[in-house]
């Protein structure tokens, strides 16, 4: 089937920035499916973990990613079977997730998983690269940020829901180291392309961040019908 006609809608940005939630209220509010990106990058991180794998080693990190044996189900998400949607939400997991990343063979392994989640009636998926390399045919592009401090903030209030301790200068830290991370690497850095709506979300409340998606894919939508 081909699945280019599939509406896409990719929402790219920062760490913690806080894109996970917008995107996945506009996939429910739009009855779409929902495609975290970055959980995908931080399930290899921790599977090279489980098997004390070697980091620097990008073929056998490649291999890992290949064969992840992951089943994404009601919010939950499954590595071989068990249960893991909280423990890839630790910072050591993101921290590692980026580390890998940056390697060309781990993106390439991971490509056709993430492109398998265009299905109807639409996607929208947020990541680093989902406009500029995975989706570039995306019906709606955004890149959404926010101030390093509100995104420490933000990272802060989840993880102490979920139970977890931190420290916002310790957070605002990694932060700040993963932005140049993933900003500088040279395959599919992050980056707010051409063609990508900037949202800038610092001072903006979750439903008014959404409410900008959703009124940007409306008019999208109603210029296609015409
Ligand atoms: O939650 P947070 O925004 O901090 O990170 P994430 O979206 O869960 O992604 C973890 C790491 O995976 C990021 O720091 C990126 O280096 C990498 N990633 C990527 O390279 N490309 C993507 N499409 C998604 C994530």
């Not at 079977?81 to 781990?106: F, H």
């Not at 299905?119 to 998926?125: E, F």
């Not at 995306?138 to 903030?153: F, N, P």
Request: aromatic share 6%; proline share 3%; with cysteine.
């Amino acid at each position: 089937m081909n699945t280019n006609n599939i509406p896409v809608i990719t929402i790219d940005g920062p760490s913690a920035s806080g894109k996970g939630t917008i995107a996945q209220l506009v996939a429910h509010q739009l009855g779409f499916h929902y495609l975290d990106s970055g959980a995908l990058y931080r399930l290899v991180a921790l599977k090279t973990m489980q098997l004390k794998a070697d980091m620097q080693n990008s073929g056998q990190l490649a291999e890992i990613a290949r064969n992840l044996n992951v089943i994404f189900k009601d919010e939950q998400i499954y590595l071989d079977d068990k249960i893991v949607t909280d423990d890839i939400r630790t910072e050591q997991c993101g921290i590692a997730a980026s580390q890998l990343a940056a390697y060309p063979q781990v993106r390439a392994a991971l490509t056709e998983r993430q492109r398998a989640f265009r299905q109807l009636p639409g996607l929208v998926t947020d990541g680093r690269d989902m406009g500029s390399v995975i989706f570039p045919d995306a019906d709606l592009k955004i890149y959404l940020t926010a101030s390093a401090e509100v995104r420490a903030q933000r990272r802060h209030k989840q993880l102490i829901e979920k139970g977890m301790s931190a420290n916002i200068t310790d957070l605002l830290q990694d932060i700040q180291k993963r932005d140049e991370r993933d900003s500088n690497r040279s395959i599919a850095p992050l980056q707010q392309e051409a063609d990508a709506k900037l949202l800038e979300t610092t001072s903006l409340t979750i439903t008014q961040a959404q409410d900008a998606v959703l009124s940007w894919y409306n008019d999208i939508f109603a210029k296609t019908r015409v």
